[in-house]
């Protein structure tokens, strides 16, 4: 049973709307600063699971995180899809032409750059987590000084939304994975979804013919993401998401891709979300 799971950021963050979203028991949340720090108390047994972003409807994939997963051998056993809704908050009784500059992560920034360019006042300034940014305006009681980060952050630390879904793209979602150290247990029958990682050499058409074998097992690709291995440069690892429907064909294509394939392993099998 799951007690408690890390996350990037604090209570209000997105992160901590996935982790009480997704798992229906009461849990405590592990406030963590950064990935690293999630990763370490999740390796350290100070939580159950973690949640972690991934990618990002509009910003793309968040490299850092692939690499973390792949190098502590941390094992994928769900996702969650999540609508990202970015809100402009301050300190009550204040307006957006008061605001001299914004608080926020890089990413929340990001995707809210196109708004921002009607304030030319406004200095955007990049912080360590949009929750985080919110508690600090709350508890400071600054004046001047906004965030963008979820309603739910404005209503913990009673801020007043001066704008809302300032994002650039309104439908702007970001795929979080649930993480453990072990793999799920998943009763077979409910897999249809997996998250693949392996190596190739660098000949003609290596990588057509993994896609070939995916393809002929009936495998549907959803996402692929290359990766440069730091400690050999100019060579790289390959990320895959695939769907089936039947558990059987994904046993062919693993069996196929761990001879074909260098470092094969499979980070993950897990029940597709978007379905």
Known sequence: MVKTVSIQGIKGSF??????TYFDSDVEIDECMSFDT???NLINKKSDVAVMALENSIAGS???NYALIDKYNLHVIGEYYLDIQHNLMAFPGQTIEGIKEVHSHPMALLQCKEFFKDYPHIK???DKDTAET???????KLQGVAAVASKIAAEIFNLEILAKSIQTIKENETRFVIVKTQNSVIDECDINKASLRFELE???GSLASVLNVLSDCRMSLTKIQSLPKIETPWKYAFFVDVTFVKYKNFEKAKAILNIMAKEFKVLGEYKNAKL
Not at 134 to 140: L, T
């Open 62 to 64: 968040i490299l850092p």
């Open 202 to 204: 660098h000949k003609r």
């Open 38 to 40: 999630v990763v370490d």
């Open 124 to 126: 955007l300034i990049e």
């Open 15 to 20: 992160h901590h709307i996935v982790a009480k």
């Open 134 to 140: 919110a508690d600090r305006i709350n508890s400071k």
